[in-house]
């Protein structure tokens, strides 16, 4: 794989997703239509995902491309792969609350390499360097000029005194019980792959979720906070969460700093 031409286009594309993404988020008004597992999808889900596919199979024709909006045609897949989430935090962008993200990622043997979550609406960018490093880019987002790019990295946590993000629209009791088991100083609660990325930058040390997420969900956040020094784990067992499943669905996992003790489920 060429690194290099890969960040390359899954920024630019990234960019030009959140354009389309943000043009219809303006609007008055925007149709909310479910889906077969009565999630919500919008013309934003589908105009993103129109542009990244594209723009993916002709840059790379011969990596398998999985897209959430197009999971139902997809069957097995290689040992290397595109995953694309386009429009990560659906209700998010519904409810006009600016957590959602464009998310872009490379997956190769079981673990995504490379990634980019870009927040159009909060005007953040983090991505995988060719060389695997995680940055975040600054500036006016140009998409034949790349910002001011600095490297991330995760915390040195203090366990006495932890900083944990949540999910914004799927907190239950069971992830509380499972916050409870720690010492925070600060929670907050962060909608779509941000959570991931509040990770990488040190901005929180630990994001537990007990809750469905499929691949596409989590795997470029993932990528990130891999870049940035940090980790994804299951949740039962604490080992790497790994990606190729059959069903793209993800087990129950802890992202977090590698300082972090973590508590058994």
């Not at 031409?5 to 043009?23: F, H, N, Q, T, Y």
């Not at 079981?110 to 990634?115: A, D, I, Q, S």
């Not at 790349?146 to 040195?156: A, H, M, Q």
């Not at 991931?196 to 809750?211: K, N, Q």
Request: hydrophobic letters at 40%; one cysteine or more.
């Amino acid at each position: 794989m060429d690194y290099e031409k890969l960040v390359s286009v899954m920024r630019k594309l990234s960019l030009e997703a959140g354009d389309a993404i943000m043009e219809i988020y303006g609007r008055d008004d925007f149709d909310v239509k479910a889906k077969s597992d009565d999630s919500p999808v919008t013309a934003a889900d589908e105009a993103a995902d129109a542009i990244i596919s594209a723009g993916l199979r002709a840059a790379f024709p011969d990596v398998m491309l999985v897209t959430e909006e197009q999971s139902a045609t997809h069957e097995a897949k290689g040992d290397t792969f595109l995953i694309v989430d386009p429009l990560d935090g659906t209700k998010e962008f519904i409810h006009r609350r600016g957590d959602f993200t464009v998310n872009i990622a490379l997956v190769e043997g079981g673990r995504p390499t490379r990634g980019v979550v870009y927040a159009p609406a909060k005007s953040r960018m983090f991505f995988t360097q060719a060389d695997g490093q995680s940055v975040e880019e600054t500036g006016e987002f140009s998409k034949d000029q790349v910002g001011t790019l600095t490297p991330i990295s995760v915390s040195d946590a203090d366990n006495s005194a932890l900083l944990i993000v949540a999910s914004k629209s799927h907190r239950d009791q069971a992830t509380d019980d499972y916050i409870g088991k720690y010492a925070a100083a600060d929670m907050k609660s962060a909608g779509s792959s941000l959570k991931f990325c509040l990770v990488a930058t040190g901005e929180a040390d630990i994001y537990p979720r007990l809750g469905r997420t499929m691949e596409w969900d989590t795997a470029a956040g993932h990528a990130v906070l891999l870049g940035a020094g940090g980790d994804v784990v299951r949740f039962d067992d604490h080992t790497p969460l790994t990606y190729g499943k059959a069903d793209f669905a993800n087990p129950f996992f802890i992202a977090h700093a590698p300082s972090v003790a973590l508590k058994p489920a």
